[in-house]
């Protein structure tokens, strides 16, 4: 078998399981808040170590050959079927994990701080490393299918820590609302991969790791399904899933509600690493949309229009979470871009940025809301670079990085996937990919403003964040910093080896770079009375925004409802009715009546039966008589 | 001793064995009758598990025969044995049993050496079916089990008991006649054609093709699939369900169900394969179409009981669409499906009885924030779920991934269809645990539950165990399947040829 067997790599993926498990089991009864926070965070640690020395190991070999094997045990074995519990480590994977595992050591230890004297502590922990694990399983699986577990397994892990505060029904409902949005996803990455192995089948190819569909991606070219291609319809329907778990349009509805979660799960969760699995799992699949270029179509103008949208959306909101949750759905947006364009690289880059200043933004939103007991309202923030002097300069780290001004992180990935989008022949996508860098830019420049800007609205007291919190929030924005530097040298060139190097176009710099500061410059100017103005000038066009587009509404009025009322409907008239009324019970009356009208005619009555008796007789005589005349 | 049919008969009989002595208990000895019956059926899952551990998954045909003469006149006999496929199922019922038992010490207080020998001599008759290679023994079986299974309903049911167990009963019996018809025409028939009378299973391969072929066919594939339940011959399963009390639930939806799955894969595809290849289509369809519309009419319940039991329609429907289409994964994945369905249903209703033994409702508006008064249980119950909604990592999930995978390469409509089930399932199942479990206490009857006891955990743990197991190692149970699925592939005529997947389409 291709690559190299290296049974390091469960040893990332143990770990965390071993903390879910001990912080689920031991929990609140055996462990101190102290002791389940830090076995939670050494786990994590853990997994980070053994990844970093995975990745060194990768990086000794020569560039042709880097990939790592670790094959677990022979998973299912039906028929046809073989799938192994296998492990991959590529560059792509390398990458990913680094990330993954990286940041969330960042978010878990400063967990330890935010969830200080919840009554839920080490259950939180547990579910963190849950998540964690199943990350990493998506990430390093050799195959689709396993990647699917670890896909499925983190929409529960997210699932639970959205619901965390599960008393609160709203909170709850977020939670299943994110589940089965997942799901409608899921079913259509199930679909291209059962897709997938029946072309594999029909061609011979009976495994299914990455190495062996990669090799025979020609077969679901030459394939047709209903008239349609089947490498285009195996790709659309992966993307159906990419679409789901990477909140994309039109699935993209989940990922604002989901910030119902503590905010260090939003920062990890539904920011830095699960929702960018839809832009890895095409980037690890790419060999497919290679074979079929309409498909990369479809992600390119998806991808685009749900940034553009979202960037919309995130310039009205209030609730400074949603701003930053409308942010995330526009970042993936370009992502997608990127991955359309053909640059996949270029989308794992700007995830990693992203990873790094959306973290970094998050958890700056939640010492905020730490700081203020809870509030969550922009409009009632304000002056807060006063009380909160390190949040101050970690949220601006931030916000020059995911505004794109040179040299921060943000920069430069977000300007090599618009080069790319443009030099892919997309005018119209890269315009809007523009236009969207300067809303980013505007859209984070007011949250910086009312939050931090002006004087205090509020009424509660303000408390600074301990230094557990400001600590890993410190080492994002070095990242935030330096990242996008470090990405365009070393990353780039380790993902795809024989690429050649970027040259970047001073007039493409000088263009994104002008949008990104007319973005800041409008909110600047904007932002405070004049944009109150605006939103007066244009009530319909306010409250429409606001209000994102009703979309949710639209949603329920149109697919939740009906359904709903359908499944009723199902129940009270075919099934109780119909089915169980009239044909079962209807069954059973008929015979009841049967025996019931022929009770009536045993009357007892000696009188009755001679008269019929008689009758009958006459019947028969007559009957014999007419045969024999007639 | 070794490992054969001394084995399998003891499996089989000691249950009814200690039914005879549950019931012949003297009256103020009544309070043993469920720990006797636990013990007898804990005894006898060791030579249940004996057979699993030495049955060699190479070997083809059955292990641990036995072929005795029984009623010399009729030419029946009494003839036993296992195949993977019936292994699988016999394992399944004999590790649900001492469960079903021990889930009923507390909520059985009336009766009790009556209830503890029906639920013994029920496990013998379930363990008959799926041992029995006469079609005379397994009829006999197939009845016998009815008899206990109508006194567990309609004694220790609810409130409409008699309604439900009489449904069950003339509902299932409808189908049986039919199936005894068509046994008796095969019978003669052999006998007019080779002079032998017998009811060797064996000696009907390919028994009956053309017009009448499909006659008999529908005759034995109509009292299947009331037992599954097929759409639309379902209804009888809600009522029996919500009547019947936690054990005969996790018994009816554990293994009783199971059986008509079975009696499709032993007797009604090999025995006329050139019907099952014409009707298999149909038949899967209408299971493809149950896995909506049981998902459809489970949310609307408000019930949890009957959620449940609506939810087994769906899960039975896609089994059956595994079972029809032989493919050797789907078929692999359609038995271990049944497996799972078992563990996990049956694990649904043994919580829905724990909540119930608390709180005396079953409407999921009467809870509320359970997971803070019980956390533990809680807990439980999520795994169950997720199990039954087919969560990757857990049961489900290789049993549907298995057929849906497997039956798309023949059936691609069938197998998309049956895939939006994979929605719902969430839908229903998560709309049902929050409205159980989260959100604030607002009933002051559930403010002081006591989570779960000692003997609460020693129902659900093997459970969960088991959850976990096949969906982290499934290899330890289909490895067992392979020889097994590939017989009955070949004695239903081999495999139906894959759809086109060439450019200029069908």
């Known amino acids: ?630 | 001793m070794m490992i054969g049919p001394d084995l399998l008969n003891i499996a089989i009989y000691l249950p009814l064995a200690a039914a005879i002595g549950v019931a012949l208990l003297p009256r103020d000895k009544e309070h043993l009758a469920g720990p006797l019956a636990l013990a007898a059926l804990l005894l006898a899952f060791v030579p249940a598990l004996a057979l699993y551990l030495g049955f060699d998954p190479a070997l083809p045909g059955m292990q641990f025969a036995q072929d005795l003469p029984w009623l010399s006149a009729l030419g029946a006999r009494y003839a036993i044995g296992l195949d993977g496929i019936s292994l699988l199922m016999f394992m399944l019922t004999a590790f649900l049993g001492p469960i079903a038992v021990l889930s009923s010490f507390e909520a059985v207080k009336e009766h009790r050496r009556f209830y503890y020998a029906s639920l013994l001599a029920l496990q013998t008759g379930m363990l008959g079916v799926f041992a029995a290679l006469d079609l005379l023994l397994f009829y006999v079986f197939w009845e016998a089990m009815l008899i206990p299974m109508y006194f567990l309903i309609g004694i220790w049911g609810g409130k409409r008991r008699i309604y439900a167990s009489v449904k069950f009963f003339i509902y299932t019996m409808a189908g049986s006649l039919l199936m005894l018809a068509a046994i008796l025409w095969l019978y003669f028939d052999h006998q007019s054609r080779t002079g032998i009378y017998t009811f060797a299973l064996s000696a009907y391969g390919n028994a009956a093709t053309g017009g009448t072929g499909m006659l008999l066919f529908l005759a034995f594939a109509l009292a299947f699939a009331i037992k599954v339940p097929l759409w639309p011959f379902h209804t009888w399963l809600p009522d029996a369900h919500v009547e019947a009390p936690t054990a005969g639930s996790i018994i009816l939806a554990g293994v009783l169900l199971k059986m008509g799955v079975y009696g499709f894969i032993r007797i009604a595809v090999p025995f006329f394969p050139e019907a099952a290849m014409t009707a298999g289509w149909p038949i899967a369809a209408l299971g493809a179409f149950g896995v909506i519309y049981g998902s459809l009419t489970a949310w609307a319940q408000d019930d949890i009981k009957k959620l449940v039991a609506y939810s087994s329609v769906a899960h039975l429907g896609i089994v059956m669409v595994g079972a029809l289409v032989l493919e050797p994964a789907a078929v692999s994945g359609a038995v271990l499906q049944m497996v799972n369905h078992g563990l996990s249903t049956g694990a649904l209703f043994l919580c829905v009885g724990m909540l119930y033994e608390r709180r005396h409702t079953r409407l999921m508006a009467d809870y509320g924030g359970i997971a803070k008064v019980m956390p533990a249980f809680a807990a439980v119950f999520m795994i169950v779920t997720l199990s039954s909604i087919g969560l990757p990592g857990l049961n489900g999930f290789i049993g549907e991934f298995l057929i849906l995978f497997g039956s798309f390469k023949v059936w691609p409509c069938l197998a998309l269809i049956s895939l939006g089930g994979v929605i719902l399932s969430a839908v229903y199942m998560l709309g049902m645990y929050q409205k159980v479990f989260f959100g604030p206490v607002t009933n002051p009857a559930n403010k002081e539950l006591p989570d779960l006891k000692v003997r609460e955990w020693l129902c659900v743990l093997p459970l969960l165990a088991l959850i976990v197991w096949i969906g982290v190692y499934p290899n330890f149970f289909l490895k067992r399947l392979d020889t097994a699925v590939n017989d009955y592939i070949r004695l239903a005529g081999g495999q139906r040829p894959p759809f086109s997947l060439t450019q200029e389409g069908k």
């Open chain 1, 1 to 630: 078998m291709e690559g190299n067997f290296y049974p390091l790599l469960k040893w990332m993926i143990l770990p965390p399981l071993a903390g879910f498990v001990l912080n689920g089991l031991l929990g609140k009864r055996l462990l101190s808040e102290r002791t389940g926070g830090i076995l939670g965070s050494l786990a994590i640690f853990l997994s980070f170590i053994f990844a970093l020395l995975s990745v060194s190991d990768l990086l000794n070999l020569p560039a042709a050959d880097r990939l790592l094997r670790d094959t677990l045990f022979a998973w299912i074995s039906a028929g046809p079927f073989t799938v192994d519990f296998a492990l991959r480590l590529d560059p792509l994977s390398s990458v990913m994990a680094l990330v993954v595992a990286g940041v969330s050591f960042l978010i878990h230890v400063y967990s330890i701080g935010y969830m200080r004297g919840d009554r839920c502590f080490h259950k939180y922990f547990s579910y963190l490393n849950l998540f964690v694990f199943f990350m990493l399983v998506l990430v390093l699986a050799d195959n689709p299918v396993l990647m699917f577990v670890g896909w499925e397994g983190v929409g529960l892990a997210s699932y639970l820590l959205i619901g965390f505060w599960y008393e609160d029904t709203e909170k709850a409902s977020a939670g299943k609302k994110a589940f089965v949005t997942n799901r409608i996803g899921d079913a259509g990455f199930l679909a291209g991969l059962m897709l997938l192995a029946a072309v594999m089948h029909a061609g011979g190819v009976y495994g299914l790791d990455f190495s062996t569909l990669s090799a025979n991606a020609r077969l679901a070219a030459g394939a047709s399904f209903a008239g349609v291609n089947a490498a285009f319809l195996i790709g659309v329907l992966l993307f159906v899933g990419a679409t789901g778990k990477s909140a994309q349009f039109p699935l993209y509805v989940w990922l604002p509600d989901a910030m119902a979660g503590p905010t260090p799960v939003s920062a990890l969760i539904h920011a830095a690493t699960m929702v960018t699995a839809g832009v890895y799992m095409l980037s690890r699949m790419f060999f497919l949309y290679e074979a079929a270029p309409a498909a990369l179509n479809v992600v390119l103008i998806t991808g685009c229009f749900t940034a553009f949208l979202a960037a919309v959306i995130a310039v009205a909101q209030r609730d400074i979470k949603k701003v930053l949750a409308y942010s995330t759905v526009s970042q993936l947006g370009y992502m997608f871009m990127a991955v359309g364009a053909g640059a996949w690289a270029a989308g794992v880059f700007h995830l990693t940025t992203h990873a790094f200043f959306k973290a970094l933004l998050f958890l700056a939103a939640g010492s905020v809301i730490h700081g203020l007991g809870g509030e969550q309202d922009l409009f009632k923030m304000g002056g807060l670079r006063r009380h909160m002097r390190t949040t101050f300069i970690l949220t601006a780290t931030g916000w020059l990085a995911i505004s794109g001004v040179p040299p921060l992180a943000g920069f430069y990935s977000k300007d090599l996937i618009l080069e790319k989008v443009f030099a892919s022949g997309a005018g119209f996508v890269w315009l809007t990919g523009l236009l969207t860098a300067a809303l980013t830019a505007y859209y984070i420049s007011r949250l910086l403003i009312l939050a931090f800007m002006d004087k205090y609205r509020g009424t509660q007291h303000v408390h600074g964040s301990p230094a557990v919190m400001t600590a890993p929030m410190g080492l994002l924005a070095v990242l935030s910093v330096a990242g996008g530097m470090a990405g365009a040298a070393w990353l780039l060139p380790f993902l795809q080896p024989g690429a050649a190097p970027e040259h970047h176009s001073a007039l493409m710099i000088a263009v994104s770079v002008s949008a990104a500061a007319a973005g800041i410059i409008a909110a600047f100017l904007l932002v405070g009375r004049r944009a109150e103005d605006l939103a007066a000038a244009w009530p319909r066009l306010h409250r429409l925004v606001y209000n994102k587009f009703y979309v949710d509404e639209i949603y329920a009025a149109l697919v939740l409802r009906p359904l709903e009322r359908f499944a009723g409907w199902t129940f009270r008239v075919p099934d109780s009715k119909v089915i169980d009324g009239a044909f079962v019970n209807g069954t059973a009356a008929l015979f009841m009546s049967m025996g019931r009208g022929l009770r009536a005619v045993q009357t007892g009555n000696a009188q009755f039966y001679a008269i019929v008796f008689l009758a009958g007789l006459c019947v028969l005589l007559a009957a014999v008589l007419a045969g024999y005349y007639l």
